[in-house]
């Protein structure tokens, strides 16, 4: 994975004046954390911090931090959004090493066309991100889940996904991706057409009990 470089002020003083002011300037309050270090307060460039989640990697992005001419190898951890106005509200970094491991959420992209879907299925999408262990510089931008032999009644499950070289899984294994179902429509269709065959059997079975009763009662009649 690519790193992203991000030019960081430490801020001072805390509150919701202080952060205002800052967000009223352009730039949004995070914190950086991890590895044994004291938490640093810092404000970012919220347009620069655009431009930085909307890299091939979203958030998972690896970020290379300069704090104050030092430079911190970090990942965003907990991202605050104003979602009505579409703003960055906060920002946390979690400080991290170039050899040792991480846990991330990495998603989840379908690929291929299914046998199921060419044959009147549609699929349901079950899990749209996966917990994995790697490196920091080897995080994916997001594992292929490969529906092209999926057939209608048929699942893709976790430990169906092909996973990168140096990655570890931690998601269930036994959790559904993917499946292909067949339409809800059509669904419908054949148990009300199951439900009259049914309705009609049974018609006709007590349509014949009237009839043996009735034969019944003649003969006993002309005994």
Same mark, same amino acid.
């Given at each position: ?10 801020? +001072? ?85 170039? %050899? ?73 294994? +036994? %959790? ?45 009649? +002309?005994?």
């Amino acid at each position: 994975m690519a790193e992203q470089k991000l030019v960081a002020e430490k801020r +001072e003083g805390t509150g919701k004046s202080v952060t205002r002011k800052l967000r009223a300037a352009g730039r949004v309050p995070a914190v950086l954390y991890g590895h044994g270090m004291d938490p640093i307060s810092l404000s970012v460039d919220s347009r620069e911090l655009i431009h930085l989640f909307h890299s091939g990697a979203g958030t998972n992005v690896l970020v290379g931090l300069e704090v104050d001419g030092k430079d911190h190898l970090a990942m965003a951890r907990e991202i605050q959004r104003d979602h009505i106005k579409g703003r960055f509200i906060h920002v946390d970094f979690l400080a991290v090493s170039r %050899d040792q491991r991480i846990t991330v959420a990495v998603p989840v992209r379908v690929v291929g066309e299914s046998v199921g879907v060419k044959a009147g299925g549609v699929l349901e999408h079950h899990l749209w991100e996966v917990q994995v262990e790697c490196l920091p510089t080897n995080v994916p931008e997001a594992i292929e889940a490969d529906v092209s032999e999926l057939e209608i009644g048929m699942a893709l499950k976790v430990a169906d996904l092909a996973v990168p070289e140096g990655t570890t899984i931690l998601s269930n294994a +036994e %959790d559904s991706v993917v499946a292909c179902q067949q339409p809800q429509a059509r669904v419908e269709l054949e148990e009300e057409a199951a439900e009259a065959v049914e309705g009609e059997a049974a018609e006709e079975g007590a349509e014949g009990a009237e009839g043996e009763g009735a034969e019944n009662a003649a003969e006993q009649s +002309e005994g």
